[in-house]
């Protein structure tokens, strides 16, 4: 597969955005959401902050309280038996090594706006920030889907009560109004498709299951983009493949005349993640016509493979110009960088790989 890497790479780093919160340092500007918006392009950054601790051995949590509005910083001590501070991202109690009790940077989700899609400026302020119970913890991950004039915005939630998606709408980029929690804890990785199929909105999403079951793809309908049901499981982990470990959805769904192009991503147990593809059926989505054995896109660059938690590519967005499609990617969980592939030959390496 022909990839070509903007020569800019990465696009976006934690230093060209400045702190939202006095005593904080950005650690990751990655994870971008994807919108074409009049003359511009549109990336909607996940910026995670962290408390700069000035003694190694404390390691700090932020939480957010959504009725005074304000953030509280909980302080922690690596020799603290009680906890787990293995993985720099969490803090996890050390008898409950499956989940985590707090995080150790705050996400929300600010613009980043370039009009040749190479360059950009970041905003000041904050598009999605904190504002309700289910977000103490941050918000995560945005997806944007357009459906006429109206941008649909999801995004990870993530508080004490688990992982849920929310899903904001705007025509301006400005303001926005709130549609609630469409998906419950666990889920994550949720893709709306860009238009109605048979009377329908459909949508991709991932529980995240914690008693039986993988970490999956599943596809839900809906009537109105925010009651979702008639769940199928679409796509399942491959043992000993890229994708033994999870996969999850990547860029919005891209109708082409073969059918309705997924370009996912995938990891393997030890956290490799690559970007594959998929191909369904244009009048019932729940039917998978092809899947890519090898992935279209592996952590191959510096700076892929090296950064907060190295070996990532994980695209949440792109823009479609014919047959090229640009598509916006986080790097190793810190940055955003650029490329471009034809649509035409991911489309060509699925049909050769389930011939």
Request: net charge negative; proline share 5%.
């Amino acid at each position: 597969m022909k990839i070509e890497r903007f020569k800019e790479n990465p696009l976006i780093t934690p230093e060209d955005v400045k702190p939202l919160h006095e005593g904080y340092e950005v650690i990751g500007a990655f994870n971008g959401g994807v919108a074409k918006y009049k003359d511009e392009v549109l990336l909607l950054l996940r910026v995670a902050e962290r408390p700069i601790s000035e003694d190694p051995n404390v390691i700090k949590a932020p939480v957010y309280d959504p009725e005074t509005k304000t953030m509280e910083v909980l302080t922690f001590n690596r020799d603290d038996e009680t906890y787990d501070f293995e993985d720099p991202r969490m803090i996890r109690k050390k008898d409950r090594l499956d989940s985590f009790v707090y995080l150790t940077s705050l996400s929300y989700i600010r613009i980043a706006r370039s009009k040749d899609g190479h360059h950009f400026t970041v905003d000041e302020e904050a598009f999605l920030y904190p504002f309700n119970e289910y977000q103490t913890y941050g918000i995560e991950d945005a997806r944007c889907t357009q459906i006429g004039e109206t941008f649909y915005i999801n995004f990870s939630s993530v508080s004490p009560k688990g992982v849920c998606d929310s899903l904001v709408s705007t025509q301006d980029f400005q303001t926005y109004q709130d549609l609630g929690n469409i998906f419950a804890p666990e889920n994550k990785d949720v893709l709306i498709f860009p238009e109605k199929i048979n009377g329908k909105y459909y949508a991709l999403h991932r529980p995240s299951l914690k008693s039986i079951g993988n970490y999956d793809i599943w596809i839900a309908s809906s009537p109105d983009l925010v009651s979702w049901g008639n769940h199928h499981h679409l796509l399942g982990i491959r043992e000993n493949n890229w994708d033994s470990g999870r996969i999850g959805g990547g860029l919005v769904p891209i109708r082409t005349e073969q059918g309705w192009l997924v370009i996912y991503h995938g990891a393997t147990k030890e956290h490799r993640y690559c970007m594959g593809a998929a191909l369904l059926d244009l009048e019932n989505p729940t039917r998978v016509i092809a899947r890519s054995l090898q992935p279209i896109m592996e952590p191959e660059a510096d700076y892929e493979k090296n950064g907060f938690f190295g070996d990532v590519v994980f695209g949440c967005g792109g823009i479609q110009e014919e047959d090229q499609l640009t598509m916006y990617y986080g790097v190793a969980d810190t940055s955003m960088a650029g490329c471009t592939l034809s649509i035409s030959a991911i489309l060509q390496q699925l049909k050769e790989e389930n011939e």
